[in-house]
T-cell receptor
Framework: NAGVTQTPKFQVLKTGQSMTLQCAQDMNHNSMYWYRQDPGMGLRLIYYSASEGTTDKGEVPNGYNVSRLNKREFSLRLESAAPSQTSVYFC??????????FGSGTQLSVL | GIQVEQSPPDLILQEGANSTLRCNFSDSVNNLQWFHQNPWGQLINLFYIPSGTKQNGRLSATTVATERYSLLYISSSQTTDSGVYFCASSKGSARQLTFGSGTQLTVLP
C-alpha cells in the first residue's frame, strides 16, 4: 500500500518553462488536494478536487492548473513558471470526514 | 474562511519533559486534525479529532469545539518528536482544510 505518491521529488526550472507535478493515491479516497509550503507560511491550498470530475480553487490558485484524471490521479501544472513559485509542493488525499494523508513532497526551484 | 492560530510558535524542551500545544480557530468546526512534520519534511497525520479526546501512545489530543480550541499533549518527549506540529480545520461542508502556521518543537538530548 503506497499511500500518496508524488513525482518528481526535486525539479529545477527556468523562468517561463512549464511542468506537471504528478500525484496518485491508492486508498480509494474521493478528495485530493495540492498545497504549497513556503518558509514561515505554513501550508496553503492551491486547488482541490472533492470528487472525480470536479476541481475547485483554493487560497493561492493563480499560475496553476489542475486535472483530476481519474479517482486515483490529480496533477498540478505550471504553464509558465515564475520565481515566486519556488516552493515545496504537497499532494494529499482523504475520504470525507476522515484523516488527510500527504505525499512526500516536491521541492521546486524556479530560476 | 476559518482563521487558525497556533501557540507557541517555538518550543524547546529537554528530553523527558511534557508539553502542550494549542490551536485556536475562529469559527465552529466539524473537522480538526493534527500533523507532525519531521525534520526531513514528511507530514504525518497524528489525529483526526473534531471533538473529544484521543490518545495514541505518548500523544493525546483534546478538542473543545464549543470553545474553539484544540490541545495536543506530548508526554515524556523524545528527540524524535522534534519538528513542526500543525493543526488544520474546516467547517460545514467545506472539503478544504485551513492550516495554522505551526509550532516548531525542538527536543534536546
Amino acid at each position: 500500500n503506497a499511500g500518496v505518491t508524488q513525482t518528481p521529488k526535486f525539479q529545477v526550472l527556468k523562468t517561463g518553462q512549464s511542468m506537471t507535478l504528478q500525484c496518485a493515491q491508492d486508498m480509494n479516497h474521493n478528495s485530493m488536494y495540492w498545497y504549497r509550503q513556503d518558509p514561515g507560511m505554513g501550508l496553503r491550498l492551491i486547488y482541490y478536487s472533492a470528487s472525480e470530475g470536479t476541481t475547485d480553487k483554493g487560497e493561492v490558485p493563480n499560475g496553476y492548473n489542475v486535472s483530476r484524471l481519474n479517482k486515483r490521479e490529480f496533477s498540478l501544472r505550471l504553464e509558465s513558471a515564475a520565481p515566486s513559485q519556488t516552493s515545496v509542493y504537497f499532494c494529499a488525499s482523504r475520504r470525507t470526514g476522515e484523516k488527510l494523508f500527504f505525499g512526500s513532497g516536491t521541492q521546486l526551484s524556479v530560476l | 474562511g476559518i482563521q487558525v492560530e497556533q501557540s507557541p510558535p517555538d518550543l524547546i524542551l529537554q528530553e523527558g519533559a511534557n508539553s502542550t500545544l494549542r490551536c485556536n480557530f475562529s469559527d465552529s468546526v466539524n473537522n480538526l486534525q493534527w500533523f507532525h512534520q519531521n525534520p526531513w519534511g514528511q507530514l504525518i497525520n497524528l489525529f483526526y479529532i473534531p471533538s473529544g479526546t484521543k490518545q495514541n501512545g505518548r500523544l493525546s489530543a483534546t478538542t473543545v469545539a464549543t470553545e474553539r480550541y484544540s490541545l495536543l499533549y506530548i508526554s515524556s518527549s523524545q528527540t524524535t518528536d522534534s519538528g513542526v506540529y500543525f493543526c488544520a480545520s474546516s467547517k460545514g461542508s467545506a472539503r478544504q482544510l485551513t492550516f495554522g502556521s505551526g509550532t516548531q518543537l525542538t527536543v534536546l538530548p
